[in-house]
């Protein structure tokens, strides 16, 4: 039998809610709002830091200001109204006068203190609370209350307060005596990957929260095996919620994309799943009742769409007494156009035939370049987590891209290397592999189709170093420039006699004064290698463009990645007019064979602001690959899209891009 959320157009409201909330919440207001939205289901607050209902437990903290509609007449007002509501649950804290009866289930810093953040303290997952009582907890919500799903808000090992305050590795009683019996070593004081005990330490916390997830989903399951569990990766079964939102320290630049990379990688690399990546409406944590701009939220959910992910808002109290409702038009209007078009929305699979290789050990900046290199040079990918990425079939993928990704185990790195023997194209960049399963450096990097002889001498400093193009051949994009600039890392290479090498390396050189601004060297370290092994080849990019181009975000870079993939690499993006500023997408709906070739306007992102997109007209694409189709509709406006089959492959006449244009292509 199928789960309910099985193939469900899933449109999801998180209302935040405040204690406060509770005293004058009325069943029936709640369902008109989410009807206002069209919105089918609900994440409403239940239990864990305080419980939304009259609890039997004495160590569960019950709000004091139960006196609206009680939690069963909002379930049941819900399911009448044909709304799923699931159960918003957090664990990671314990009220003051909990803890003082209960000292041991607390989090410790080295010196032994607790973390009390106004009455709230930290609670750790190795304790008794997380190991014991929250399983009580769960037991009393699931079995008195008819919720259709369930979420665990800041899980695992938690170091920092609310306020970004940071504390350091648990060091409780129960942390202490865990990691000893695993390793019989002390926990490190600070979190540094270059501190041997602290990798240990790593691992150490990655399997315990991995064991002790497991154990809290086999007890959901002896007790509701029916019920949506959000975030249980491993299973493969339930929700991915993931949030694209803001932080006022956050370094910039904005990440534009965020919605399109969190539903990416959760469509991509967790395809049974439904991947249900909320807009946070508030600004940060400080801020919670001050919206982003309207159009950031419209955006996000553009993204999400256009990636296979549903549409989902959150934000802090209720619906119908938040102070900035300046979001509420945008959101409604795309989960209108959602629920306007949903059986188009549902079981979609990405047609892409790039992976671009992701995971906990990423150097998010690298990967980061590396996303904006494919979208904005409009080539199809996926992204592929490690988590999953070797349950997958790769047989549509043309190529793997491992952007500076350190961690690769043996299993995965044997199947890159056979990937690349079979015919398929691997483009690794920097640390790639340089570490196994156990986050300890190996002699000789991971990936044997390569080349590599040795990690290499990693030099982090190149500032003015440059690549020199002496053979322009592939490098259409530079008709009048010579050189390739570099700053940042370079790793000196050790290659194999039958790896290709492309570009020279201009090492540092005077930039000052003017008068002695030039070079005099021109080294045989290259810009990048290729090496044919087997029906496939292996590209290796000794620097970090992705983290450049993230950064500075020239052309000079870009304009290189696209020669790159496009003359070196073999790959086709999608053709024709598109501006960089318009990411596509290509789905096939399973149930229909029909594809789904979206268009996501991103042009009112202009500094670190979201405005309204400007308008595109006269676009035309080449999607490669294609054969004719027997019809082309845009969604928007139901009317049929000129088309034609051309060499290259379908060429679509595409209707005005305001914000978002969905293309139906039937055979």
């Known amino acids: 039998m199928a789960d309910w959320w099985d193939g469900k157009?899933?449109?999801?409201?998180?209302?935040?809610?405040?204690?406060?909330?509770m005293v004058d919440i009325d069943a029936d207001r709640v369902v008109a709002d989410l009807q206002d939205f069209k919105a089918n289901a609900i994440l409403f607050n239940m239990a864990g830091?305080?419980?939304?209902?009259?609890?039997?437990?004495?160590?569960?903290?019950?709000?004091?200001?139960?006196?609206?509609?009680?939690?069963?007449?909002?379930?049941?007002?819900?399911?009448?109204?044909?709304?799923?509501?699931?159960?918003?649950?957090?664990?990671?804290?314990?009220?003051?006068?909990?803890?003082?009866?209960?000292?041991?289930?607390?989090?410790?810093?080295?010196?032994?203190?607790?973390?009390?953040?106004?009455?709230?303290?930290?609670?750790?997952?190795?304790?008794?609370?997380?190991?014991?009582?929250?399983?009580?907890?769960?037991?009393?919500?699931?079995?008195?209350?008819?919720?259709?799903?369930?979420?665990?808000?800041?899980?695992?090992?938690?170091?920092?307060?609310?306020?970004?305050?940071?504390?350091g590795p648990c060091h409780c009683a129960n942390c202490q005596r865990r990691f000893a019996e695993a390793t019989g070593l002390r926990i490190p004081a600070q979190e540094d990957m270059g501190d041997p005990v602290f990798r240990k330490f790593q691992l150490f916390r990655r399997q315990t929260s991995a064991a002790h997830s497991a154990k809290v989903y086999d007890f959901i399951q002896s007790i509701r095996p029916d019920i949506a569990i959000c975030?249980?990766?491993?299973?493969?079964?339930?929700?991915?919620?993931?949030?694209?939102?803001?932080?006022?320290?956050?370094?910039?630049?904005?990440?534009?994309?965020?919605?399109?990379?969190?539903?990416?990688?959760?469509?991509?690399?967790?395809?049974?799943?439904?991947?249900?990546?909320?807009?946070?409406?508030?600004?940060?944590?400080?801020?919670?009742?001050?919206?982003?701009?309207?159009?950031?939220?419209?955006?996000?959910?553009?993204q999400n769409l256009a990636n296979g992910g549903a549409v989902d808002?959150?934000?802090?109290?209720?619906?119908?007494?938040?102070?900035?409702?300046?979001?509420?038009?945008?959101?409604?209007?795309?989960?209108?156009?959602?629920?306007?078009?949903?059986?188009?929305?549902?079981?979609?699979?990405?047609?892409?035939?790039?992976?671009?290789?992701?995971?906990?050990?990423a150097n998010m900046a690298e990967f980061r370049g590396w996303f904006r290199f494919l979208l904005e040079n409009h080539f199809l990918f996926d992204t592929l987590m490690t988590s999953r990425a070797l349950e997958l079939p790769w047989d549509r993928y043309q190529a793997i891209i491992v952007p500076d990704y350190e961690v690769i185990d043996d299993a995965l790195a044997a199947r890159i290397d056979r990937f690349v023997a079979e015919g398929g194209t691997l483009i690794a960049v920097g640390r790639a592999g340089w570490r196994g399963a156990?986050?300890?450096?190996?002699?000789?990097?991971?990936?044997?189709?390569?080349?590599?002889?040795?990690?290499?001498?990693?030099?982090?400093?190149?500032?003015?170093?440059?690549?020199?193009?002496?053979?322009?051949?592939?490098?259409?994009?530079?008709?009048?420039?010579?050189?390739?600039?570099?700053?940042?890392?370079?790793?000196?290479g050790q290659y194999a006699d039958d790896v290709e090498r492309h570009l020279r390396l201009i090492p540092p050189h005077m930039f000052g004064p003017?008068?002695?601004?030039?070079?005099?060297?021109?080294?045989?370290?290259?810009?990048?290698?290729?090496?044919?092994?087997?029906?496939?080849?292996?590209?290796?990019?000794?620097?970090?463009?992705?983290?450049?181009?993230?950064?500075?975000?020239?052309?000079?870079?870009?304009?290189?990645?696209?020669?790159?993939?496009?003359?070196?690499?073999?790959?086709?993006?999608?053709?024709?007019?598109?501006?960089?500023?318009?990411?596509?997408?290509?789905?096939r709906q399973e149930t229909s064979g029909n594809l789904l070739l979206q268009f996501v306007n991103t042009s009112g992102h202009f500094g670190n602001t979201f405005y309204a997109p400007v308008p595109m007209e006269g676009i035309e694409v080449t999607v490669p690959g294609l054969a004719p189709p027997r019809a082309v509709t845009s969604l928007a406006s139901g009317e049929a899209c000129a088309f034609r089959h051309g060499d290259d492959g379908l060429i679509i006449e595409v209707p005005r891009l305001e914000l978002l244009q969905a293309l139906r292509i039937e055979y």
């Open 9 to 21: 157009p899933w449109r999801m409201i998180q209302t935040n809610l405040r204690e406060i909330d």
């Open 49 to 167: 830091i305080i419980a939304s209902y009259p609890t039997s437990l004495p160590f569960h903290f019950q709000s004091p200001y139960l006196q609206g509609s009680s939690l069963a007449e909002i379930i049941d007002a819900c399911h009448a109204a044909d709304i799923r509501i699931l159960a918003r649950t957090d664990f990671s804290k314990i009220r003051r006068p909990i803890y003082e009866e209960h000292p041991d289930w607390a989090y410790r810093t080295r010196d032994g203190d607790i973390v009390d953040y106004n009455g709230d303290v930290h609670a750790c997952i190795n304790g008794g609370y997380q190991q014991e009582y929250a399983l009580e907890i769960i037991r009393e919500l699931l079995t008195q209350y008819d919720i259709d799903g369930i979420f665990f808000n800041m899980g695992g090992y938690q170091t920092r307060d609310y306020s970004g305050n940071y504390y």
């Open 231 to 302: 975030n249980h990766l491993a299973a493969h079964r339930g929700l991915i919620r993931m949030e694209s939102n803001t932080a006022v320290d956050r370094p910039l630049p904005h990440w534009q994309y965020t919605a399109s990379a969190n539903a990416k990688w959760a469509t991509s690399s967790y395809p049974e799943m439904i991947a249900s990546i909320t807009t946070v409406d508030f600004i940060d944590i400080p801020y919670r009742h001050v919206a982003v701009s309207p159009e950031q939220q419209r955006l996000r959910l553009a």
């Open 313 to 361: 808002l959150y934000q802090i109290g209720r619906l119908d007494n938040h102070e900035d409702k300046s979001g509420y038009a945008p959101v409604k209007e795309m989960f209108h156009y959602h629920a306007a078009h949903e059986e188009d929305y549902v079981h979609l699979r990405s047609q892409a035939n790039i992976a671009l290789l992701n995971g906990p050990d």
């Open 438 to 492: 156990d986050l300890e450096l190996r002699d000789v990097p991971a990936l044997s189709s390569l080349g590599l002889l040795g990690r290499g001498d990693l030099r982090e400093e190149m500032r003015s170093a440059m690549f020199k193009m002496e053979d322009k051949a592939g490098f259409r994009r530079f008709p009048v420039t010579d050189v390739l600039y570099l700053d940042g890392p370079y790793i000196y």
């Open 514 to 587: 003017p008068e002695r601004c030039y070079y005099t060297q021109v080294t045989e370290q290259p810009g990048f290698t290729v090496r044919k092994v087997g029906q496939g080849q292996a590209i290796y990019v000794p620097w970090l463009p992705g983290t450049l181009f993230h950064r500075q975000g020239h052309t000079n870079t870009i304009d290189w990645a696209g020669d790159l993939l496009e003359s070196f690499a073999g790959l086709a993006p999608v053709g024709g007019n598109l501006s960089p500023m318009v990411e596509v997408t290509l789905f």
